[in-house]
């Protein structure tokens, strides 16, 4: 792991009964966020931060995420309008994954397919598990991505 | 990546709209997996399962990990009685995270330190991210792994 800018991990009862933050980031220097409705608490999507993004979002209280595909920062919002205000953010016991809790503007959309949630498909449970094994989607989508990125 | 039981990926489309599980697993072989509580949405921990894991969920649906830390299968509960009956399982978009919702049994707990939920602390926001970022216990203990462990 590289150095950052957040205290590093000493030991075992500091990472998970201490009142600082201790980050652990993988072989990636990534740290994976899960991000919640903070008034519904559904889960919308699961994101990815490095350090600067961590860093952002404590600081500016809106959510950044590293990009894994176009490896660059992404501040959630900045061209579609679905900025994520975090209201609470909070660290596991081993501190290697955030939660975030946040308010979303713009049409209220987190995926890019559409929905609220990145979580539109329910997994078939209870059967044997093969390349057959079946999603239903559960969701319905805020809007159609097309009708946006079409006139851009 | 190496085969699994389940469906490949084969293209953006397919993979985000159909109706075929098609996980997409880490260069370690593992998918995370978001657990929620199904009646309070609270989230419980950030799991992580490989192929085994995430078909003997869906067949038995009860929770199984694969443990980063001991290289094994852990059927979450065996030993803490904290087993998790899975109420729904969902993928996201481009089937690269699992979410599922449970009921735990057991005391109730879900994390190693005591509490019902991994996530807590809070992260103070507003203010420099630097490494004195300060956490803050905002949860009770639901147990004191001491008076378990200790009498093991």
């Known amino acids: 792991m590289t150095?950052?800018?957040f205290a590093p991990q000493i030991d075992k009862t500091e990472t998970e009964k201490g009142t600082i933050l201790r980050p652990k980031f993988d072989t990636d220097g990534l740290v994976p966020a899960i991000v919640t409705d903070a008034d519904t608490s559904e889960v919308l999507v699961l994101g990815y931060m490095n350090e600067?993004?961590?860093a952002r979002t404590i600081e500016e209280g809106e959510?950044?995420?590293w990009?894994?595909?176009r490896q660059e920062y992404w501040k959630k919002g900045a061209t579609s309008g679905q900025v994520q205000t975090v209201v609470?953010?909070?660290t596991d016991c081993d501190q290697d994954a955030i939660l975030?809790?946040?308010r979303v503007a713009g049409n209220g959309a987190t995926c890019h397919v559409g929905y609220r949630s990145c979580f539109y498909r329910t997994v078939e449970l209870g059967k044997p598990a093969t390349d057959k094994t079946v999603l239903k989607t559960v969701e319905t989508r805020v809007y159609d991505p097309k009708d946006v990125y079409d006139k851009a």
């Open 3 to 5: 150095e950052t800018r």
């Open 52 to 54: 600067g993004a961590l």
């Open 63 to 65: 959510a950044w995420y």
């Open 67 to 69: 990009s894994r595909s």
């Open 88 to 90: 609470e953010m909070r």
């Open 100 to 102: 975030i809790k946040v």
